[in-house]
């Protein structure tokens, strides 16, 4: 049920952090994995770590707000592997500033790399996916359900992202491809690592919120994006689940 023997998965951002780890679980069921980032050297790295797991690996350096990318990453899956069945638009990025203090330079990296590339890289994606249908999983987080004071860009391309995917799950629902997103709660990554420098009392404030008494590890989110990627999901398109050990749910 969880078997993903034969199937091709590209993951966005998967050269490191939570992309990295979805990626090793995807590749501990058996999936192929193109890895998708900006950094060559990371992506070559990951490339080393996923051919561990006993499966072929490959990578692309590509910029998923660049739309020719995007298709020169698609195309390089075809390529490779000659198929592509799972997408996980993973890459993502934060700039913290209160909304009348961020530039309109800022807010529009933080749409275009955490929003926009969801949108860019899904479509780049959908001919391939709808030959034998596939599977999409967008990145979201908890600010795809709670406001911040310094995340109001983060929070807007995040709160889109759960929109865009409720929109591909029924707009795709025919080519038979499922497409649900997942929202993790607070995981130590370097997306977070700065945050935890810069803001005062941040790591106990979560801590002590989180019902599950801890920060996540990018492990933590391997299972899911397996279950998603997975036959055993066949029938669940346009969620939204959170993986957070409990903080959405904790007043
Ligand atoms: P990291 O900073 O560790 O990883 C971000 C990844 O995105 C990197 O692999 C990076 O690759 C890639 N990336 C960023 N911009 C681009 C771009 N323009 N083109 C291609 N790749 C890009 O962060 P996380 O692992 O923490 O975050 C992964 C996802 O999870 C993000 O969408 C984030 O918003 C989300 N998330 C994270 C949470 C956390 O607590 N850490 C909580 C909730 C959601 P490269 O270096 O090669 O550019």
């Not at 330079?105 to 596939?134: H, K, M, R």
Request: aromatic share 6%; proline share 3%.
């Amino acid at each position: 049920m969880f078997d993903l023997g034969g199937r091709v998965a590209a993951v966005t951002g998967g050269n490191g952090g939570i992309g990295l780890a979805m990626a090793e679980g995807l590749a501990r069921c058996g999936a192929s994995i193109l890895v998708i980032g900006r950094n060559a050297e990371k992506n070559a790295k990951a490339e080393g770590i996923l051919k561990k797991h006993g499966v072929e690996a490959a990578s692309v350096t590509a910029d998923v707000t660049n739309e020719d990318d995007c298709a020169a990453a698609v195309d390089a899956a075809k390529e490779k592997f000659g198929r592509l069945d799972i997408l996980v638009n993973n890459a993502g990025t934060n700039i913290r500033n209160v909304p009348h203090k961020l530039s309109l330079a800022d807010w529009q990296t933080v749409i275009s790399t955490n929003l926009t590339s969801a949108f860019i890289c899904s479509n780049a994606a959908y001919p391939l996916l709808s030959e034998n249908g596939g599977k999409i999983i967008n990145i979201g987080s908890m600010l795809s359900i709670f406001g911040s004071s310094y995340g109001a860009a983060y929070a807007a391309s995040k709160g889109g992202i759960v929109q865009l995917t409720k929109s591909q799950a029924v707009a795709w629902a025919p080519d038979n491809i499922q497409a649900n997103a997942i929202l993790p709660g607070w995981i130590n990554t370097d997306l977070t690592r700065q945050a935890r420098i810069d803001v005062d009392g941040l790591h106990e404030r979560i801590e002590s919120r989180t019902p599950a008494g801890r920060w996540g590890d990018p492990d933590d989110l391997s299972g899911i994006a397996a279950f998603l990627a997975s036959p055993a999901s066949d029938f669940v398109t346009g969620t939204a689940i959170p993986v957070d050990g409990g903080f959405s749910v904790n007043i």
